[in-house]
Structures are given as structure tokens and as C-alpha cells.
């Protein structure tokens, strides 16, 4: 079956970085696209970044825009999203998903499969 399974995450300080990490199984992984989004405490499920199939196309929500850098290896079947500069209010559930369309995943309602989630917590 498929699974995506997220590591990297923790508690950093503010202006500290991480490297979130999701290896996926059971899917044609470099027909994907793959996305983060994450969820706050008392909030909704957001977009964070996503990349098409090849890595040719990337996007960012404006609040992580010029921090995060989300890449992608398809010979090892894994996304990444690289943190900058971290601040308190990106402190929440990081999860990766993916788009058998191959399109970049930026809408909850394209998420085919989700992962299970990783915690990133940021104090100030």
C-alpha cells in the first residue's frame, strides 16, 4: 500500500533550520507531485510548498516564501523541504502529500495520500 513517511522534525529556536524529509512506497513516485502542508493547533490544514513531477515547477505559500525550499530526488523516492529562519508561528504538524497527476499538490482537495505527520515546534 502506500505510504509516505515523514522525519526530520523537532524543536529549534527562532532562526534555527530543519530538514523535513518524506520517503514515499507503494506509488509511482516520480509520476507525483508532492507537497507539504502542515496544521497548527486550533487551525486549519495549510499549504506550504509543492513541486510537480520533475522539480521543474515549485510553489510557496507567502508566509514561507524566501525560507523553505521544497526539492525532490526521485531515484531515492523522497521530497524534502528545507527550513530557514524559523519563527514561533511555524511551529505546527508538518505533512507531506502527493498527486498521482503529477501536478504540484497545493490544495488539500488534490491530496490523494497523506502522510502521518512530523511535529515542528519553534520557540521564540
Known amino acids: 500500500q502506500v505510504q509516505l513517511v515523514e522525519s526530520g522534525g523537532g524543536s529549534v529556536q527562532a532562526g534555527g533550520s530543519l530538514r523535513l524529509s518524506c520517503a514515499a512506497s507503494g506509488l509511482t513516485f516520480s509520476s507525483c507531485g508532492m507537497g507539504w502542508f502542515r496544521q497548527a493547533p486550533g487551525k486549519e490544514r495549510e499549504f506550504v510548498a509543492a513541486?510537480?513531477?520533475?522539480?521543474?515547477?515549485?510553489y510557496y505559500a507567502g508566509s514561507v516564501k524566501g525560507r523553505f525550499t521544497i526539492s525532490r530526488d526521485n531515484a531515492k523516492n523522497t521530497v524534502y523541504l528545507q527550513m530557514k529562519s524559523l519563527k514561533p508561528e511555524d511551529t505546527a504538524v508538518y505533512y507531506c502529500?502527493?498527486?498521482?497527476?503529477?501536478?504540484?499538490?497545493?490544495?488539500?482537495?488534490?491530496?490523494?495520500?497523506w502522510g502521518q505527520g512530523t511535529q515542528v515546534t519553534v520557540s521564540s
Open positions: 513541486v510537480n513531477w520533475s522539480g521543474g515547477y515549485t
Open positions: 502529500a502527493a498527486d498521482p497527476s503529477g501536478r504540484a499538490v497545493r490544495s488539500a482537495s488534490s491530496v490523494a495520500y
